[in-house]
């Protein structure tokens, strides 16, 4: 089974940075396409960013010019930089394939405060 370890999150006023990282523990990692999704209590999960295989990224308009998706597939490890944090950013942040087909990890919150 996959497992999937998304760290980096904390508390944070508008205007920070924080950079999330999430190890994944399959080698299988370097075959996938990525992505880092976000959830706030009552909504849906919505997709944020994602990486292809060869490095190309897509972002949603929310935080498109704020924030940055990597890979690092020697350390089957996918970052998200966040960057001019807004309070509306605030959720608890998950990777996984851009599919979603692994099993969900813990997460990491995120909040920004005004």
């Known amino acids: 089974q996959v497992q999937l370890v998304e760290s980096g999150g904390g508390l944070v006023q508008a205007g920070g940075s924080l950079r999330l990282s999430c190890a994944v523990s399959t080698n299988i990692f370097r075959l996938a396409a990525m992505g880092w999704y976000r959830q706030v209590p009552g909504k849906q999960r919505e ?7 060869g490095g190309d990224t897509n972002y949603a308009d929310a935080v498109k ?3 940055t998706i990597s890979r690092d ?3 089957n490890t996918v970052y998200l930089q966040l960057n001019s944090l807004k309070p509306e950013d ?3 942040y998950y990777c996984n394939t851009r599919g979603g087909d692994w099993l969900w990890g813990q997460g990491t919150q995120v909040t920004v405060s005004s």
């Open 65 to 67: 010019g704020r924030f």
């Open 73 to 75: 597939n020697a350390k």
């Open 90 to 92: 605030t959720a608890v």
């Open 47 to 53: 997709l944020v960013a994602a990486i292809t295989l």
